[in-house]
């Protein structure tokens, strides 16, 4: 069931509210029941089968973290906690790696070595990849002594609970239950304001900015595929697009699902924060898809930048500090962890080549750009001189490079990624036919249309405040605090958000044109990975 459908914003979602509200009045532990039973019937609505196949994984994971709990408590047998960790992971992996990886390794093989391995062609769990890596977070986390503990029906609330159960934010067990420990469970006006008008903000950047692009790129993409020979102003539009589109696209949901957590008096953490003003791909990583970034820092790139340290120590070489680190240690401390740490993030979004090069092409610009901090960007004597000149030419040289990998996670082969790579760089001719309807018949795509909304989104995305800045005051994600100055749009300060009228009629209107949106074919992007 998705978020923007009528099914959830008209049954699913009023009835779960109606139901947690009223048993709230009378028993807190039942509203949480009533929330994970709905958070069940969330996810199976689509496929039932999926609660078949989620379930036994979520009681396993419960009990292999029980018993790494009685361990931690006993405060023994590290290496038995330890084996039984591994053992954990591995079991993650290996059921993530079987439906969303095992076709994809079957085709490798027959690729490179000519077998004609037949592919299972298994059905992805909705969500599946965002659930592994929560549940590989939790126990690692208890096996670390960060969580002191849980019930069952805790650990059913903290996994299944429907807000971020598909597609993020990954959140920790520790941010979050101590927040069910304490909520009402009863309704809040501010709450249900504050979450009503994420929502709405939400729908409205999928349904009106996202889903109205999408038709006017993707037959850029599918004449790519065909036959190839994209012109520039063409590969141009596609990337440039397909970037946006997946911006609000995301940025949409992650609205939505803070908005549907408040409901419950639940802070989800912050997990989309303007990545297109980003004047570094650092910088970029920070803002988009910001509890990723955090799982896989804190889970994967940390550990090995730890493990390979030590070892370094241990053969009486220099570590990773000071001004002018040496240049092996600037590679196998930090470049090697980098693409590594990337690599994974490229193939964990998607069971396909072009998710393997966006994920390393991330990694080669981690490297270029912490190179540039460790070699060069230091030297400039003048931070303000420094400031002034880079800032706008880190913005975009990171706008290109993310929007050239955007290619390859959008393109439906590498081949018609490179086409479109080449395009972008004037290889493919920069000629289109002269007439509108001649580019239409072509390529099929409006160029105007295309134009004309290209210029829009980029203007939301580079100019106007975004919407935690415009709730700041009332802490819209989990953390979330108000800036020194008011949210502005271009030189114009706007009101804060809060019960008067301009903004409920400014809201009522986003709304009502998010709903009239809705009901066509659409889908968020992010629920595949």
């Known amino acids: 069931m998705l978020f923007n459908s009528h099914e959830f914003l008209f049954v699913f979602l009023p009835a779960t509210l109606l139901g947690f509200y009223l048993l709230g009045r009378v028993s807190r532990q039942a509203a949480i029941l009533w929330l994970i039973l709905a958070s069940l019937v969330f996810y199976g609505w689509w496929r039932p089968l999926n609660i078949l ?15 790494l709990l009685r361990l931690s408590q006993r405060g023994d047998s590290p290496r038995l906690s330890q084996a039984t960790l591994l053992i954990g992971i591995l079991f993650n992996v290996a059921f993530l790696g079987f439906f969303k990886y095992a076709d994809f390794v079957y085709g490798t093989i027959n690729d490179v070595f000519g077998a004609n391995l037949i592919l299972l062609h298994v059905i992805l769990p909705l969500g599946i990849s965002f659930i592994t890596f929560q ?18 029906r805790e650990y059913c609330t903290f996994v299944l609970f429907f807000p971020q159960l598909i597609a993020g934010p990954i959140v920790h067990y520790r941010e979050m239950m101590p927040q069910f420990a304490t909520a009402t469970c009863r309704f809040d006006k501010e709450n249900f304001a504050v979450g009503l008008t994420l929502l709405f903000f939400g729908l409205f950047k999928k349904a009106v900015l996202a889903d109205n692009i999408a038709p006017l790129i993707t037959p850029i993409y599918e004449h790519s595929a065909a036959g190839g020979q994209t012109p520039f102003l063409l590969a141009w539009m596609a990337a440039v697009g397909f970037t946006l589109q997946i911006y609000f696209d995301f940025s949409g949901y992650t609205d939505m699902a803070l908005g549907l957590g408040r409901f419950f008096g639940i802070k989800l953490p912050p997990n989309f924060n303007s990545p297109l003003k980003a004047s570094s791909i650092i910088d970029f990583w920070l803002r988009w898809h910001m509890t990723l970034t955090r799982f896989l820092t804190a889970y994967l790139y940390n550990p090995m930048v730890l493990g390979l340290t ?9 570590g990773f500090g000071g001004r002018n680190p040496s240049l092996s240690a600037f590679v196998s401390l930090l470049a090697v962890p980098l693409l590594t740490t990337m690599f994974i993030s490229g193939l964990w979004h998607g069971a396909g080549y072009g998710f393997i090069i966006f994920g390393l092409m991330h990694g080669v610009y981690f490297v270029v750009n912490h190179g540039w ?30 929007t050239m990998a955007m290619i390859f996670f959008r393109a439906a082969t590498v081949r018609s990624a490179v086409d479109l790579v080449k395009g972008a760089f004037g290889v493919n001719g920069v000629a289109l036919p002269h007439s509108a309807a001649a580019i239409a018949a072509t390529y099929g795509t409006d160029i105007s249309m295309a134009a004309i909304w290209i210029a829009v989104l980029l203007f939301i995305a580079l100019v106007c405040p975004n919407t935690l800045e415009i709730l700041a005051p009332y802490e819209p994600a989990l953390g979330w605090k108000p800036k020194s100055t008011a949210p502005a749009l271009g030189g114009f300060r706007i009101p804060a958000w809060g019960p008067s009228l301009p903004w409920a009629v400014a809201i009522s209107a986003v709304a009502a044109v998010a709903i009239f949106s809705t009901g066509g074919p659409s889908e968020f992007l992010y629920w595949q990975f």
């Open 135 to 152: 549940k590989i977070a939790f126990l690692i986390d208890v096996q670390a002594g960060r969580v002191k503990d849980f019930t069952f």
């Open 53 to 67: 196949i989620i379930g036994p994984s979520i009681i396993i994971n419960y009990a292999v973290a029980s018993f």
């Open 373 to 402: 901090r460790v070699y060069v960007g230091h030297r400039w004597r003048n931070r303000e001189a420094y400031t002034r000149v880079m800032k706008p030419v880190g913005w975009a040289l990171t706008v290109v490079a993310a």
């Open 310 to 318: 030590r070892r370094r120590a241990a053969k009486g070489l220099p």
